[in-house]
């Protein structure tokens, strides 16, 4: 399973971007897609996720009403929008995929495969 990431760059603080997310490969089935996100000399934390069944979205409290997640399950596309962003939303962006069951969406040890990673820098 390949997961292609694109978007992310750079934008002022209070600006916009869009980052998507497309997971390919051999035979599969996704249950859940989402993003994390890694600071410079922070661990890598749980941003957003949709469970295709049922439609549910999670999102971290700090980007809640900021950061909007869409997706087409039938393409294993998820698309994350990011509004009104701060300097602290500054990281490397990873989508990520569970090919499995799990209980939570927000356990990056959930995740069976990772995107490349893709960095927004928001200025000040």
């Known amino acids: 399973v390949q997961l292609q990431a694109s978007g992310g760059g750079l934008v002022q603080a209070g600006g916009s971007l869009s980052l998507s997310c497309a997971a390919s490969?051999?035979?599969?089935?996704?249950?859940?897609m989402g993003w994390f996100r890694q600071a410079p000399g922070k661990e890598r934390e749980f941003v957003v996720a949709l469970r295709w069944r049922g439609g549910m979205s999670y999102y971290a409290d700090s980007v809640k009403g900021r950061f909007t997640i869409s997706g087409a399950s039938a393409k294993n596309t998820v698309y994350l929008q990011m509004n009104s962003l701060k300097p602290e939303d500054t990281a490397v962006y990873y989508c990520?995929?569970?090919?499995?069951?799990?209980?939570?969406?927000?356990?990056?040890?959930?995740?069976?495969?990772w995107g490349q990673g893709t960095l927004v820098t928001v200025s000040s």
């Open positions: 990520a995929v569970q090919t499995h069951e799990a209980p939570s969406p927000r356990l990056l040890s959930n995740y069976d495969y």
């Open positions: 490969g051999r035979t599969f089935r996704t249950y859940v």
